[in-house]
């Protein structure tokens, strides 16, 4: 019996190392590209992944509004934060993918007017048509730590 104990231990190791996580979905790395641009604060490089009838969807109880329809509304309002001299980034995790839909945890965070960092995070909810952002649903801003 020690000797089976010792070769299944033995054995764990390269099984672990033979797991590879999985490659991003290409809806993830669309999400992921739009969120760099968004970091990158270039409003012409997010405009590129977003549908012509992109809609940004505000989630607050039991009410949902679309706050941004069009993607040259879009653009302009990203223009227009780009503006604020608050740098805020974003990071992205919880992944999950389910066909057209890609659901993902967001933290945003930036420095306030004491030099503190702050952040909260949210859940949004991306469709993806033709290879481009054509929804986001956004959900209640959680405080972060």
């Given at each position: 019996m020690p000797k089976l104990l010792m070769m299944m231990l033995l054995l764990l190791p390269v099984s672990i190392a033979a797991e590879k996580p999985a490659e991003p979905s290409?809806?993830?790395?669309?999400?992921?590209?739009?969120?760099?641009?968004?970091?990158?604060?270039?409003?012409?490089?997010?405009?590129?992944?977003?549908?012509?009838?992109?809609?940004?969807?505000?989630?607050?109880?039991?009410?949902?509004?679309?706050?941004?329809?069009?993607?040259?509304?879009?653009?302009?309002?990203?223009?227009?934060?780009?503006k604020s001299p608050t740098r805020i980034s974003?990071?992205?995790?919880?992944w999950s993918v389910n066909g057209d839909y890609v659901s993902v945890i967001e933290t945003a965070s930036w420095m306030n007017s004491e030099g503190k960092r702050q952040a909260q995070s949210a859940t949004a909810v991306?469709?993806?048509?033709?290879?481009?952002?054509?929804?986001?649903?956004?959900?209640?801003?959680?405080?972060?730590?």
């Open positions: 290409d809806h993830q790395q669309l999400v992921e590209k739009y969120t760099a641009a968004f970091n990158a604060r270039d409003a012409n490089a997010m405009a590129a992944l977003m549908h012509p009838g992109i809609q940004w969807i505000t989630i607050s109880g039991d009410q949902s509004k679309v706050t941004t329809d069009g993607k040259d509304l879009m653009v302009s309002e990203m223009e227009s934060y780009f974003s990071s992205l995790g919880g991306y469709q993806i048509a033709d290879q481009l952002i054509r929804r986001v649903w956004y959900f209640p801003e959680q405080k972060t730590e």
